[in-house]
């Protein structure tokens, strides 16, 4: 048995030898979404830009599923870091086989796959989400404001599988402030990488609050007030993926 209120010590980016930027705050942000150029100032998003950015996601998630499964075993049946490695190595699968599909149906695919794999509550929560993706992905490159427009299908979609609230200790307190910051990033800046990097420093902070709630969904809803002082492990895994975005994009 591990103590409850163990600190989560896996997320930060030497996993991938990458430097780790923090832009944790709005006004350090604004420094780079106004000044920064060069190779991180991508000001669309292509289509072969966001299979890397899903498999980076897929890495991380495979690298750190054990974790995931401790979390699970908390509050849950201990299982979601299996779950959510299914899901994503589902996605891969799809990527690989759909690669010269248009953007849109790259990501119904995507959908389809996650959708048939046997991934407990994760597959169809998932899959509804790469379901409103697809119906954003209108072109095979996006503008700023077309990547947040897609971001938000994909949100809306899942919250109507979801039906979670922020607060409800699910993968939408990950999910919803990520895609507020990244929504509001592209409002502000075509700069795709400094708005991921806000997004996953969101999804970082809405997964870490988790620990302060009671469920309302899902198996950790049966435990009341005893969920209090363990993370979600849905919303970790959804903080991982856009972790993975941030690092790829
Ligand atoms: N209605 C829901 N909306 C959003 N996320 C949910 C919902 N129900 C469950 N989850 C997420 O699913 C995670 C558990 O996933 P998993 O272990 O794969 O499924 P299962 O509960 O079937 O074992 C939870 O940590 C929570 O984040
Ligand atoms: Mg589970």
């Known amino acids: 048995m ?10 930060n980016g030497a996993f991938y030898g990458l430097e780790r930027r923090s832009y944790g705050n709005f006004s350090s942000a604004n420094g780079l979404l106004k000044g920064q150029k060069g190779a991180l100032n991508m000001t669309t998003l292509t289509k072969g830009k966001f299979v890397q950015m899903l498999r980076t996601s897929a890495d ?14 908390a509050t849950g049946d201990g299982d979601h870091g299996v779950t959510i490695n299914r899901t994503m190595q589902a996605v891969v699968k799809a ?4 690669a010269d599909k248009p953007f849109a149906e790259l990501l119904k695919a995507v959908a389809m ?11 169809p929560l998932l899959g509804s989400y790469f379901l ?10 996006l503008t700023a404001t077309q990547t947040a427009a897609m971001f938000e299908a994909g949100l809306a979609n899942f919250r109507k599988t979801s039906k979670a609230d922020l607060g409800d200790k699910t993968m939408v307190d990950a999910f919803d402030p990520a895609t507020e910051a990244l929504v509001r990033a592209l409002g502000e ?3 795709h990488h400094a708005a991921f990097e806000l997004a996953a ?17 899902g198996r950790a809803r049966t435990m009341g007030e005893r969920a209090i002082g363990h993370l979600d492990p849905g919303a970790k895994s959804i903080s991982y993926i856009f972790e993975g975005f941030s690092k790829a994009c």
């Open 2 to 11: 591990r103590p409850p209120n163990r600190t989560y010590p896996t997320d």
């Open 95 to 98: 990527l690989d086989e759909n």
């Open 60 to 73: 991380i998630i495979k690298e750190r599923h054990q974790l995931l499964s401790e979390l699970d075993s």
């Open 113 to 123: 796959g996650v959708m048939m794999c046997d991934g407990g509550s994760t597959s």
């Open 189 to 191: 800046t075509e700069n």
């Open 132 to 141: 409103g993706l697809a119906s954003g992905a209108v072109a095979d490159t």
């Open 201 to 217: 420093a969101k999804a970082k902070e809405g997964a870490e609050k988790t620990s302060e709630y009671v469920a309302k969904f």
